[in-house]
Protein backbone atom coordinates (compact mmCIF):
# COMPACT_ATOMS: atom_id res chain seq x y z
CA UNK A 1 0.00 0.00 0.00
CA UNK A 2 1.30 3.25 -0.64
CA UNK A 3 2.07 5.59 2.20
CA UNK A 4 -0.44 7.95 1.09
CA UNK A 5 -3.15 5.73 0.35
CA UNK A 6 -1.97 4.16 4.43
CA UNK A 7 -2.63 8.00 5.69
CA UNK A 8 -5.91 8.54 3.88
CA UNK A 9 -7.14 5.44 5.17
CA UNK A 10 -5.91 6.41 8.90
CA UNK A 11 -7.21 9.93 8.75
CA UNK A 12 -10.81 8.12 7.40
CA UNK A 13 -10.81 5.64 10.66
CA UNK A 14 -9.68 8.61 12.82
CA UNK A 15 -12.98 10.56 11.41
CA UNK A 16 -15.21 7.60 11.62
CA UNK A 17 -13.97 7.08 15.38
CA UNK A 18 -14.75 10.25 15.81
CA UNK A 19 -18.22 10.60 14.43
CA UNK A 20 -19.06 7.85 16.38
CA UNK A 21 -17.92 9.10 19.52
CA UNK A 22 -20.09 11.92 18.91
CA UNK A 23 -23.14 10.05 18.08
CA UNK A 24 -22.28 8.02 21.54
CA UNK A 25 -22.94 11.59 23.37
CA UNK A 26 -25.75 12.42 21.49
CA UNK A 27 -27.37 9.10 22.13
CA UNK A 28 -26.50 9.23 25.79
CA UNK A 29 -28.00 13.08 26.17
CA UNK A 30 -30.61 11.95 23.93
CA UNK A 31 -31.43 8.89 27.07
CA UNK A 32 -31.16 11.58 29.26
CA UNK A 33 -33.75 13.97 27.72
CA UNK A 34 -36.80 11.48 26.14
CA UNK A 35 -37.12 9.74 29.60
CA UNK A 36 -37.74 13.53 30.77
CA UNK A 37 -39.96 14.58 28.37
CA UNK A 38 -42.22 11.69 28.67
CA UNK A 39 -42.06 11.86 32.34
CA UNK A 40 -43.35 15.65 31.71
CA UNK A 41 -46.86 14.59 30.51
CA UNK A 42 -46.93 11.17 32.28
CA UNK A 43 -46.09 8.59 30.07
CA UNK A 44 -43.25 7.51 31.82
CA UNK A 45 -41.96 4.02 32.69
CA UNK A 46 -44.10 1.81 30.26
CA UNK A 47 -43.09 3.27 27.56
CA UNK A 48 -39.44 2.92 28.34
CA UNK A 49 -38.64 6.11 27.05
CA UNK A 50 -34.34 6.01 27.72
CA UNK A 51 -34.31 2.10 25.52
CA UNK A 52 -35.43 4.46 22.15
CA UNK A 53 -32.07 6.50 21.89
CA UNK A 54 -29.96 3.97 23.35
CA UNK A 55 -31.53 1.19 21.13
CA UNK A 56 -30.76 3.68 18.26
CA UNK A 57 -27.50 3.94 19.15
CA UNK A 58 -27.10 -0.39 18.77
CA UNK A 59 -28.29 -0.34 15.77
CA UNK A 60 -26.36 3.22 14.15
CA UNK A 61 -23.12 2.50 16.49
CA UNK A 62 -20.52 0.13 16.51
CA UNK A 63 -20.27 -2.46 19.67
CA UNK A 64 -17.80 -0.21 21.47
CA UNK A 65 -19.49 2.66 21.71
CA UNK A 66 -22.88 1.04 21.46
CA UNK A 67 -22.52 -0.91 24.39
CA UNK A 68 -20.92 2.31 26.37
CA UNK A 69 -24.18 4.12 25.52
CA UNK A 70 -26.03 1.82 26.94
CA UNK A 71 -24.03 1.35 30.28
CA UNK A 72 -23.06 5.40 30.66
CA UNK A 73 -26.51 6.55 30.41
CA UNK A 74 -28.65 5.43 32.95
CA UNK A 75 -25.46 6.29 35.11
CA UNK A 76 -25.18 9.69 33.48
CA UNK A 77 -29.52 10.28 33.81
CA UNK A 78 -28.87 9.46 37.57
CA UNK A 79 -26.39 11.81 38.36
CA UNK A 80 -27.90 14.36 36.47
CA UNK A 81 -31.94 13.92 37.20
CA UNK A 82 -32.00 11.26 40.25
CA UNK A 83 -33.37 8.99 38.07
CA UNK A 84 -33.48 6.39 38.00
CA UNK A 85 -32.86 5.22 41.94
CA UNK A 86 -29.82 4.18 42.47
CA UNK A 87 -30.47 0.38 43.17
CA UNK A 88 -32.51 0.07 39.44
CA UNK A 89 -29.60 2.67 37.94
CA UNK A 90 -27.69 -0.94 38.04
CA UNK A 91 -29.90 -3.13 36.66
CA UNK A 92 -31.39 -0.95 33.67
CA UNK A 93 -27.48 -0.36 32.61
CA UNK A 94 -27.21 -3.96 31.73
CA UNK A 95 -30.38 -3.98 30.67
CA UNK A 96 -29.54 -1.40 28.34
CA UNK A 97 -25.58 -2.45 27.51
CA UNK A 98 -27.86 -5.82 26.84
CA UNK A 99 -29.70 -4.02 24.13
CA UNK A 100 -27.37 -1.67 23.01
CA UNK A 101 -24.69 -4.03 22.56
CA UNK A 102 -26.71 -7.08 21.36
CA UNK A 103 -28.34 -4.75 18.12
CA UNK A 104 -24.13 -3.62 17.36
CA UNK A 105 -23.13 -7.10 17.38
CA UNK A 106 -25.24 -8.60 15.58
CA UNK A 107 -25.32 -5.95 12.53
CA UNK A 108 -21.72 -5.91 12.70
CA UNK A 109 -21.93 -9.45 11.58
CA UNK A 110 -23.95 -8.55 8.98
CA UNK A 111 -27.65 -9.96 10.44
CA UNK A 112 -30.09 -7.99 8.89
CA UNK A 113 -31.83 -4.92 10.88
CA UNK A 114 -35.03 -6.98 11.09
CA UNK A 115 -33.61 -9.77 12.30
CA UNK A 116 -31.04 -7.63 14.84
CA UNK A 117 -33.94 -5.22 16.53
CA UNK A 118 -36.54 -8.05 17.83
CA UNK A 119 -33.57 -9.84 18.82
CA UNK A 120 -31.82 -7.31 20.36
CA UNK A 121 -34.80 -6.38 22.05
CA UNK A 122 -35.83 -10.23 22.98
CA UNK A 123 -32.13 -10.32 24.96
CA UNK A 124 -33.37 -7.44 26.81
CA UNK A 125 -36.58 -8.95 27.81
CA UNK A 126 -35.06 -12.09 28.66
CA UNK A 127 -32.45 -10.36 31.05
CA UNK A 128 -34.88 -8.13 32.23
CA UNK A 129 -36.56 -11.07 33.48
CA UNK A 130 -33.72 -12.84 34.90
CA UNK A 131 -32.81 -9.92 36.81
CA UNK A 132 -35.97 -8.78 38.56
CA UNK A 133 -36.82 -12.28 39.01
CA UNK A 134 -33.64 -12.73 41.16
CA UNK A 135 -33.89 -9.53 42.90
CA UNK A 136 -37.80 -10.61 43.46
CA UNK A 137 -36.60 -13.92 45.04
CA UNK A 138 -34.23 -11.90 47.03
CA UNK A 139 -37.23 -9.43 48.38
CA UNK A 140 -39.20 -12.56 49.30
CA UNK A 141 -41.62 -12.27 46.47
CA UNK A 142 -42.37 -14.94 43.98
CA UNK A 143 -39.65 -16.11 42.02
CA UNK A 144 -41.07 -15.26 38.74
CA UNK A 145 -43.47 -12.99 39.72
CA UNK A 146 -41.91 -10.08 39.87
CA UNK A 147 -39.47 -10.96 36.01
CA UNK A 148 -43.29 -11.25 34.30
CA UNK A 149 -44.47 -8.14 36.04
CA UNK A 150 -41.39 -5.98 34.70
CA UNK A 151 -41.13 -7.05 31.22
CA UNK A 152 -44.88 -7.34 30.54
CA UNK A 153 -45.60 -3.84 32.06
CA UNK A 154 -42.85 -2.53 29.35
CA UNK A 155 -45.13 -3.64 26.21
CA UNK A 156 -45.98 -0.44 25.28
CA UNK A 157 -42.71 0.36 25.16
CA UNK A 158 -41.44 -2.29 23.33
CA UNK A 159 -43.63 -1.42 19.94
CA UNK A 160 -42.84 1.72 20.55
CA UNK A 161 -39.10 0.67 20.09
CA UNK A 162 -40.28 -1.56 17.21
CA UNK A 163 -42.42 1.36 14.94
CA UNK A 164 -39.58 4.38 15.93
CA UNK A 165 -36.26 3.05 16.02
CA UNK A 166 -36.67 1.50 11.97
CA UNK A 167 -37.38 4.84 10.51
CA UNK A 168 -34.37 6.59 13.02
CA UNK A 169 -32.23 3.71 11.52
CA UNK A 170 -33.03 3.44 8.37
CA UNK A 171 -33.10 7.65 7.73
CA UNK A 172 -29.42 8.09 9.04
CA UNK A 173 -28.34 4.27 6.73
CA UNK A 174 -29.76 5.88 3.49
CA UNK A 175 -27.83 9.23 4.44
CA UNK A 176 -24.61 7.62 5.52
CA UNK A 177 -24.60 5.26 1.92
CA UNK A 178 -25.36 8.93 -0.08
CA UNK A 179 -22.43 10.62 1.49
CA UNK A 180 -19.79 7.61 1.50
Do not use: K, Y
Not at 22 to 45: E, K, M, T, Y
Not at 133 to 162: D, H, K, R, Y
Amino acid sequence: MHPDAAREESARENLTAAREMALGGLFCALGIVVPILFHAVGLGRVFLPMHLPVLAAGMLLRPRIALSVGILTPWASMLLTGMPPFPLVILLSLELAALAGTASILLAVRLPWLVALPAAIMIRCLLTWLLTSLFGGALGLPLQAAGWAAVLSGLPGILLQIVCVPPIFLTIQARRRAFS
